[in-house]
C-alpha cells in the first residue's frame, strides 16, 4: 500500500513530517505515528461498522479519563477499501518492556495508577437494551466449554475447571453491564518517565462485568511485575479494603479465562497452546486450584 496515496486522502496527514510504523501486538491493523501526535490505523472496511463503534468509544472514554487517546477522525478509503481511525497518540513504551526498568516502588505506583483510570473507564454504562451479562457470558462459556471437552489434557484438570465454572456461574447474575477493554494487561499499558500514561489497543472492547476485566492480570500481569499487578487492584479500589465478593469474582473469572485461553491457543499453533497451558496451569497454582480465592501473589 502506497503511503503517499494515504497521505494525499487524510487531511491530518498532509503536512505530516514523520510518518513510522509501528508493528508491535496481535493487532492485523497497520499502525502509524504521525509526527509523535497521532496515531494511524488502517484496517479492512469490511470491518468498518464494528470499528465505528470502538472509536465511538474511544471518544467517549476519553471524557472519563486522560489516560485514553482521543478520537480525531474516522473514514474510509472507498478506492483501497480499508477504513482509518486516527486518535492521538500517547507516548512511552508498552508495561511489559517499561516495567523492568522501574523500582518496584515505581511499579506499584504505575499499577495504582492504571486501575484508578480502569475503574473511571467502567462508569461507562452498556448501550440501552444491551443483553444481560450473564445471558452473554454463559453463552460464550458454553461455546467454548464444548471444545475445551475435546483437547488434549489430563481429565483431572478438565473436570476441576468445568466443575468449579458450573458450580459457580450464577455469580454472574445481576452484574453490571459496564464498558470492558477486554485485554488490559502491561503490553496495552503505556510507561512514560517511569509513571503510567495511558491505556491504549480498545479494538477488543466489550461490555458486561467491569471485573472481569481484571481476569487477564494472573496470566500476563504478575509473571512481569508482581507490584505492578498488585498496584491495579489496590488503585482500582482507591486502597480501600477489598471485600470478598470481589475476589470470589476475580477467582471464577480467572478459571473462566482458561477455557478459551486454551481453546484459542491450540487454534493457533502448538507453542502457543503451551505456552497457554503453562500459564493456565499456574494460574490454578496462584488460586489453590480455584480453592483459595486470593491468589497467592497478592497475599
Known amino acids: 500500500m502506497c503511503l503517499s496515496h494515504i497521505k494525499e486522502k487524510i487531511p491530518y496527514l498532509i503536512n505530516a513530517e514523520q510518518i513510522s510504523e509501528l508493528n508491535k501486538g496481535f493487532s492485523h491493523d497497520q499502525k502509524y505515528v504521525i509526527d509523535q501526535q497521532y496515531l494511524l490505523r488502517l484496517f479492512s472496511s469490511e470491518k468498518q461498522d464494528k470499528r465505528k463503534e470502538e472509536f465511538e468509544t474511544i471518544k467517549t472514554l476519553s471524557t472519563y479519563s486522560s489516560f485514553v487517546p482521543a478520537g480525531i477522525q474516522f473514514g474510509t478509503l472507498h478506492d483501497i477499501n480499508r477504513s482509518y481511525m486516527l486518535l492521538t497518540y500517547i507516548p512511552g513504551q508498552d508495561g511489559e518492556e517499561a516495567l523492568k526498568d522501574l523500582t518496584e516502588k515505581e511499579q506499584y505506583t504505575a499499577g495504582y495508577s492504571s486501575g484508578q483510570e480502569l475503574k473511571h473507564l467502567h462508569q461507562l454504562k452498556a448501550p440501552p437494551n444491551y443483553p444481560s451479562w450473564f445471558s452473554v457470558k454463559q453463552k460464550k462459556n458454553d461455546r467454548y466449554l464444548a471444545d475445551f471437552k475435546d483437547l488434549d489434557l489430563a481429565k483431572s484438570i478438565k473436570e476441576t475447571i468445568i466443575s468449579y465454572i458450573r458450580e459457580n456461574e450464577l455469580l ?127 497475599k
Not at 481476569?215 to 479494603?241: A, C, M, N, P
Not at 477467582?251 to 502457543?272: D, E, M, T
Not at 497451558?277 to 501473589?297: A, G, I, N, T
Open 172 to 298: 454472574m447474575k445481576g452484574r453490571p453491564n459496564r464498558f470492558q477493554h477486554d485485554d488490559f494487561h502491561p503490553s496495552n499499558l503505556v510507561i512514560h518517565n517511569k509513571r503510567f500514561s495511558g491505556i491504549i489497543d480498545f479494538q477488543r472492547m466489550d461490555w458486561g462485568d467491569p471485573i472481569h476485566d481484571l481476569q487477564k492480570l494472573g496470566f500476563f500481569s504478575k509473571q512481569v511485575s508482581i507490584e505492578f499487578t498488585k498496584g491495579i487492584i489496590d488503585g482500582y479500589h482507591e486502597g480501600k479494603r477489598i471485600d470478598e465478593s470481589f475476589w470470589r469474582l476475580y477467582n471464577f473469572y480467572s478459571a473462566v479465562h482458561i477455557v478459551p485461553a486454551l481453546v484459542w491457543g491450540k487454534r493457533i499453533s502448538q507453542n502457543q497452546y503451551t505456552f497457554m497451558l503453562e500459564r493456565s496451569l499456574e494460574v490454578m497454582e496462584d488460586h489453590d486450584q480455584f480453592r483459595c480465592e486470593v491468589p497467592k501473589w497478592y
